[in-house]
């Protein structure tokens, strides 16, 4: 199984500014996925991190408020930019290893906007 | 795209009791149906899947079904016990494994009470 490490953990940033989540894999794996959850909510897609292009956004999401890297096959990025109190929430990496295995999760990352 | 409904939103049983969750889902090509398990504050936890060439699938105490035609697959939990208290969410993809995106239900919460 993969192991996900995702940083920081949980963060309190001021509006306005931007906050960027990494994600580091243990192993190689082909699929990378950001998600949020509200607080005591479901989970919802931002985006499919795709190595060596741009990522690919879901309905209601942005590249311009989401940005997302994926330099390799092992690490990921997203920035959450021009941030507001509604953008108070849990952001998800997941992965999915090579040899075609379930989809593993970073521990998240809290983020809280004053 | 798919949209998965998942019932009840909250259920409570007593120590050794059954629980049942049910999810449907609305994309006939959807193929693979995982379940994870979420204690608070920690990461989802996958805890059985199904994929679409299989009606019943079964771990220890833990059980899923899958109706193809009525796109509809549950979670059963027999001789429930305290620490199976969480969040536990069903999700839908298309393709066999979790290369594809995920779609979560809206997730149940079980408490097991001694």
Same mark, same amino acid.
């Given at each position: 199984?993969?192991?996900?490490?995702?940083?920081?953990?949980? +963060?309190?940033?001021? =509006?306005?500014?931007?906050?960027?989540?990494?994600?580091?894999? $243990?192993?190689?794996?082909?699929?990378?996925?950001?998600?949020r959850q509200q607080p005591g909510q479901s989970l919802t897609l931002i985006a499919t991190a795709n190595q060596g292009s741009e990522a690919t956004y879901e309905s209601g999401f942005v590249i311009d408020k989401f940005?997302?890297? =994926?330099?390799?096959?092992?690490?990921?990025?997203?920035?959450?930019? %021009?941030?507001?109190?509604? $953008?108070?929430?849990?952001?998800?990496?997941s992965a999915t290893g090579t040899l075609n295995t379930e989809a593993f999760f970073g521990q998240g990352t809290r983020l809280t906007v004053v | 795209g798919e949209n998965v409904e998942q019932h009840p939103s909250t259920?409570?049983?007593?120590?050794? +009791?059954?629980?049942?969750? /049910?999810?449907?889902?609305? +994309?006939?090509?959807? %193929?693979?149906?995982?379940?994870?398990?979420?204690?608070?504050?920690?990461?989802? #936890?996958?805890?059985?899947?199904?994929?679409? %060439?299989?009606?019943?699938?079964? $771990? #220890?105490?833990?059980?899923?079904?899958? %109706?193809?035609?009525? /796109?509809?697959?549950?979670?059963?939990?027999?001789?429930? #016990?305290?620490? +199976?208290?969480?969040?536990?969410?069903?999700?839908?993809?298309?393709?066999?494994?979790?290369?594809?995106?995920?779609?979560?239900?809206?997730?149940?919460?079980?408490?097991?009470?001694?």
């Amino acid at each position: 199984s993969a192991v996900i490490s995702q940083k920081p953990s949980r +963060d309190i940033c001021q =509006r306005g500014t931007s906050l960027t989540i990494q994600c580091q894999v $243990d192993s190689q794996v082909t699929m990378m996925f950001w998600y949020r959850q509200q607080p005591g909510q479901s989970l919802t897609l931002i985006a499919t991190a795709n190595q060596g292009s741009e990522a690919t956004y879901e309905s209601g999401f942005v590249i311009d408020k989401f940005p997302i890297s =994926r330099p390799n096959l092992t690490f990921s990025t997203l920035t959450v930019s %021009n941030l507001s109190p509604e $953008d108070s929430s849990i952001y998800l990496c997941s992965a999915t290893g090579t040899l075609n295995t379930e989809a593993f999760f970073g521990q998240g990352t809290r983020l809280t906007v004053v | 795209g798919e949209n998965v409904e998942q019932h009840p939103s909250t259920l409570s049983v007593q120590e050794g +009791d059954s629980a049942v969750i /049910k999810c449907t889902y609305s +994309d006939s090509a959807s %193929n693979y149906f995982p379940w994870y398990k979420q204690e608070l504050g920690k990461r989802p #936890q996958l805890i059985i899947d199904i994929r679409s %060439n299989v009606g019943e699938k079964k $771990d #220890q105490r833990i059980a899923v079904t899958l %109706n193809k035609t009525a /796109k509809h697959f549950s979670l059963h939990i027999t001789e429930t #016990q305290p620490e +199976d208290s969480a969040v536990y969410f069903c999700a839908a993809s298309r393709g066999y494994t979790g290369f594809q995106k995920l779609v979560f239900g809206t997730g149940t919460r079980l408490l097991v009470s001694p």
